[in-house]
């Protein structure tokens, strides 16, 4: 607790930072809304997942949703920055790629879709045409964490914000956690809450409408977490998470507060190992996890990670394969049952779009 307020009252010393990051903003967005820096279109349907803030709002997870349900109806495919990769440029993904070539976040993808193609480019206006050229039979290309990426324009922007730290509550880079500017969100067509609780009723429903202050045209839709089956990362075999186990939690990602909540509630006790946001784990890292594992004084225990950290760590084959080491997915459950309204926006989009090509 000490700890988090002494990030905070650090972080609002670094308010005159944050002033000049605003500015920098601004100005670069009214720029492109002026049309003196330009925006390009392409010849199929762009689906743009972002957010205005740094991490955490779920957009893997909003990524693999779309690609689940768009993948048997239409030839998708999904471009990524790959950020923290060791290469640079174009890439798509293959069977030999791994996450240190192509990032955590796309091999993530490619090995749940391996059909899918999966492509990686920083320049995005570059790597679009380099991923139609490979894959000239596409026919809409899902581009991931791509909002303030404003080169390319996207006929579907997608905004996520989540429910613990909405964006009109939120503060610039770096006293709070916005890299956008809060009007940005205008140019969202669909916004969605996330990481919502399960039981959000409809009266906070419509004042968070209220807070947000939709255009005429947007729509808005809101999400609660919800957690697969926990598989081993190499072995066959599952191991569920119940009050009577302990849990020694590894993770480097943006945002594990939702996590540790279900582990509060359904283990009987976790233990954690927390790594910055895209850690490129060690043999030593690994090694640290296997000692503090063995310190738990329990036969009756597992280790568990995310899907994104075990793309980073299954490099370790041979050791890991000797380890309780268990993944567990997320994915986003659409409240008061709205997903297929969603589920139609989306189709209904690409079809369209089709139509008028």
Known sequence: MFSNFFLKSFRILLLPFALVFWIGIKIR????????FKSASFGLPLICIGNLSVGGTGKSPMVEYLVEKLKDRFKVATLS??????????????????????GDEPMQFH????????????????????????????QAIILDDAFQHRAIKAGLNILLTEYNNLFTRDFFLPTGDLRDVKTSAKRADIII????????????????????????????????????????????????VNEKKEILLVTGIANPRPLKMMLEQQSK?????????HHIFTIDDLNDIKKRFESIDSKNKMILTTEKDAVRLVKFQKEICELPLYVIP????????????????VIGFITNFKRQG
């Not at 920055?81 to 192509?102: D, P, Q, V």
């Not at 899918?116 to 991923?131: F, S």
């Not at 045209?217 to 569920?240: C, L, P, V, W």
């Open 330 to 345: 997320v994915r986003h459950h659409f409240l008061f049952n709205e997903g297929e309204m969603f589920d139609k926006l």
């Open 193 to 240: 809450v996330t990481k919502c609780k399960a039981d959000l009723t409809t009266v906070e429903k419509e004042e968070l409408i209220k807070e947000i202050k939709l255009l005429p045209g947007q729509r808005i839709f809101f999400t609660a977490i919800e957690y697969g089956d926990t598989y081993h990362i190499k072995a066959s075999g599952s191991s569920g």
């Open 111 to 138: 090995l749940k879709f391996p059909d899918v193609p999966i492509a990686v480019g920083e320049k995005r206006i570059e790597a679009i045409p380099q991923l139609l050229h490979d894959k000239p039979d596409t």
């Open 81 to 102: 920055r790959g950020y923290k990769r060791k290469t640079k440029g174009y890439a798509l993904a293959n069977e030999n790629s791994t996450a240190l070539e192509i």
């Open 29 to 36: 967005n009214w720029l492109y809304d002026q049309n003196i």
């Open 269 to 277: 006790t976790y233990y954690m190992m927390q790594y910055p946001d």
